[in-house]
């Protein structure tokens, strides 16, 4: 039987991500006015019909667009949201992302309890342009750098992700009105060239004695706060050994869990193994546990945060696209609601991507 809910003790970190599609073809070129005020979509009122709740849902529906913002949570950790912005119209999406990370700004009514914007009141968003590389370059008012030095990696981090949700975006680069930065204008914060998911997020020092002999790997925790679930990024160093396939030590890591990190969720049972080393094929990763992974032995049931765990984990290496899940002696594997997993998981099932 798969324990759930073991919380961990230490110092933490990650997120539930964007769908929607991208509305039109915009120009990231442009210098766009920021969104005015935004309005948290209605909830439902029950005085009103079913048709007449349900041409109001259609028409909110087409005026507001799924985006996943990098926020600071409750212990002061870059995890993601998913909110639903207005429809962008007169300016681009990258501008809009970047707005809704302003304190005091758009996003403030829509934050989800214990969650605050990163970037500094005022700041605003002077320009972007998406380079052919992949490359973003973003221009801030001097505003952005009215910020205490303790913030700055969690502030890079947070535009750095927020960006890269789309699948086009491969770094950032930073520009203060209109002036390229090398280095982050409070703390000194290398930027150089830009700055990219590779740089990590919420990085844990645990392990980093080793640094010849390791690797850096972004690993996807739950974690809640008042009810709101989401799953929080943390950079580990993964030693690796000469004996141990790279991808083993992966997943062994992910198990074993965040170490010292403090309010993130250890979903996997201590006694959960690989039965067989991974193996990667055409972008799908086959992983083969013991019966300890499950949830609900009789019924063959994992559960989905194991399963999510999984996904945002493996799919961050580089060669990764999806991930195939078997257990030792079970033909078919099924989710929470009983579904079986009959193709390998891919992580645009828990967060679709798009691209500007």
């Known amino acids: 039987m798969h324990k759930r809910g073991i919380l961990i003790a230490g110092m933490v970190t990650f997120s539930m991500i964007l769908t929607g599609c991208f509305q039109g073809e915009q120009s990231l070129e442009e210098e766009?006015?920021?969104?005015?005020?935004?309005?948290?979509?209605?909830?439902?009122?029950?005085?009103?019909?079913?048709?007449?709740?349900?041409?109001?849902?259609?028409?909110?529906a087409s005026e507001t667009v799924a985006r996943e913002l990098y926020l600071l949570d409750a212990n002061g950790m870059v995890a993601s949201q998913t909110l639903e912005?207005?429809?962008?119209?007169?300016?681009?999406?990258?501008?809009?992302?970047?707005?809704?990370?302003?304190?005091?700004?758009?996003?403030?009514?829509?934050?989800?309890?214990?969650?605050?914007?990163?970037?500094?009141?005022?700041?605003?968003?002077?320009?972007?342009?998406?380079?052919?590389?992949?490359?973003?370059?973003?221009?801030?008012?001097?505003?952005?750098a009215n910020y205490e030095a303790e913030d700055e990696k969690k502030i890079l981090e947070a535009i750095t992700y927020s960006l890269t949700q789309f699948e086009n975006v491969k770094s950032v680069q930073l520009q203060m009105q209109g002036k390229a930065l090398k280095e982050m204008p409070v703390d000194g914060t290398p930027i150089g060239k830009g700055y990219s998911r590779a740089n990590g997020i919420n990085v844990s020092d645990e392990g980093a004695a080793n640094l010849i002999e390791s690797q850096t790997v972004t690993m996807f925790y739950p974690a809640e706060h008042n009810e709101n679930r989401y799953y929080v990024p943390v950079t580990q160093y993964v030693e690796q050994k000469e004996d141990i396939d790279e991808l083993r030590a992966v997943v062994e890591k992910l198990i074993e869990g965040p170490?010292?990190?403090?309010?993130?969720?250890?979903?996997?049972?201590?006694?959960?193994t690989l039965t067989n080393n991974p193996s990667l094929k055409d972008g799908i990763l086959h992983l083969e546990f013991n019966d300890e992974i499950l949830m609900d032995g009789k019924k063959s049931v994992i559960s989905d945060e194991v399963m999510e765990t999984i996904v945002r984990t493996m799919t961050e290496i580089n060669g990764v696209d999806a991930v195939q899940v078997g257990v030792e002696n079970v033909e078919k594997l099924v989710n929470e609601n009983g579904e079986a997993y009959t193709k390998p998981v891919t992580k645009e099932q828990f967060t679709p991507t798009e691209k500007l």
């Open 32 to 60: 766009m006015d920021p969104p005015q005020n935004a309005k948290p979509v209605d909830k439902l009122d029950e005085s009103k019909n079913d048709k007449q709740q349900g041409e109001e849902d259609k028409k909110t």
């Open 85 to 144: 912005l207005p429809t962008p119209d007169s300016y681009t999406v990258a501008s809009q992302v970047l707005q809704y990370l302003v304190k005091d700004g758009p996003v403030s009514e829509l934050l989800p309890n214990g969650f605050q914007a990163v970037l500094p009141a005022g700041t605003e968003v002077l320009g972007v342009n998406l380079q052919e590389d992949g490359t973003i370059v973003v221009d801030l008012s001097k505003e952005f």
């Open 259 to 272: 170490g010292l990190e403090k309010n993130v969720t250890q979903v996997f049972d201590p006694k959960t």
